[in-house]
Every structure is written in C-alpha cells, then in structure tokens.
C-alpha cells in the first residue's frame, strides 16, 4: 500500500494546481526574454497574408462531373471489351 500512496502524492494535481507561484514554461520564458529585446509587429486575429483566389463553384461541380463522366466511360468501355 505505501507503494500506491507515493502514487497518488506524486501526481496531486490539486495539490501543484494550489500553489501560489506558478513558474512559467521554458517556451513563455524563452519569447518574452526574445520580445523584451524585440518586440513583434501587432498582427491582426488570424491575418491570412495571402488569400488565395477563390474559384466559383461551378468551375468545381464541372470538375466532379467531368471525372465522374470520364470513370463511368471507362468502366462501360472496359466491360464491353471482357469477353464475359
């Protein structure tokens, strides 16, 4: 049983969760020594730098038919040459 009770004194979450100093992880502590030297440009939420053009979507349905025009082709060609 002392076996289980390190266990569970090891990994007590509401016992580390209680503290009241909560060191900041080596990422957090690495960009802001970085930013406090240089500072990153503000950047609006979720910036897309380059929207790619957008095709309407009748150039995509004309896309899905013509591939599904071209399988169901072959498929006809393929069983009309089988001998069975």
Same mark, same amino acid.
């Given at each position: 049983?002392? %076996?289980? +009770? &390190?266990?569970?004194? %090891?990994? +007590?979450?509401?016992?580390? #969760? !209680?503290? %009241?100093?909560?060191?900041?992880?080596?990422?957090?502590?690495? @960009?802001?020594?970085?930013?406090?030297? #240089?500072?990153? &440009?503000?950047? /609006?939420?979720?910036? +897309?730098? +380059?929207?790619? /053009?957008?095709? !309407? !979507?009748?150039? !995509?349905?004309?896309?899905? @038919?013509?591939?599904?025009?071209?399988?169901?082709?072959? @498929?006809?060609?393929?069983?009309?040459?089988? /001998?069975?």
């Amino acid at each position: 049983m002392p %076996e289980q +009770d &390190d266990w569970e004194h %090891e990994f +007590d979450h509401r016992w580390a #969760n !209680s503290a %009241e100093h909560k060191e900041p992880s080596a990422r957090a502590r690495m @960009l802001a020594a970085r930013w406090k030297e #240089n500072p990153p &440009d503000p950047t /609006p939420f979720r910036a +897309d730098p +380059d929207p790619a /053009p957008r095709r !309407s !979507s009748w150039v !995509s349905t004309a896309v899905v @038919l013509g591939c599904v025009a071209v399988v169901i082709v072959l @498929l006809g060609y393929a069983q009309m040459r089988s /001998p069975y």
